[in-house]
Nanobody
């Protein structure tokens, strides 16, 4: 069994920064991709970013240039550095692990992922 635990969320003012962490434990595949998703109550979950086993990344258009995904494989941790945060970035952020090595061609393909974390709340407000 593989577990994912997110941390690093919180309340921040517009323009501020947060760094989310996704800690992976348990039975971890030799290679895997990890995605970050976010969801607001009453709206569909949307893919924010993904990083493949080789380090290839992709981003939601609205976060390009502001968010950076990275991974530290020895530590089994994936990060999402979020800068220049906006109120519309407020959501519960989830990380998800896929047994595939690459990110999906369709970023919103949730079936690509095998394990999900419980999420961490990010609130951007003055």
């Amino acid at each position: 069994q593989t577990q994912l635990v997110e941390s690093g969320g919180g309340l921040v003012q517009p323009g501020g920064s947060l760094k989310l962490s996704c800690a992976i434990s348990g039975d971890t595949p030799y290679s895997y991709a990890v995605g970050w998703f976010r969801q607001v109550v009453g709206r569909e979950r949307e893919a924010v970013s993904c990083i493949g086993n080789g380090g290839a990344t992709d981003y939601l258009d609205s976060v390009k240039g502001r968010f950076t995904i990275s991974r530290e494989d020895p530590e089994k941790t994936v990060y999402l550095q979020m800068n220049s945060l906006k109120p519309e970035d407020s959501a519960v952020y989830h990380c998800a692990l896929s047994f595939y090595s690459d990110c999906p061609k369709n970023p919103d393909e949730e079936d690509w992922y095998d394990y999900w974390g419980q999420g961490t709340q990010v609130s951007v407000s003055s």
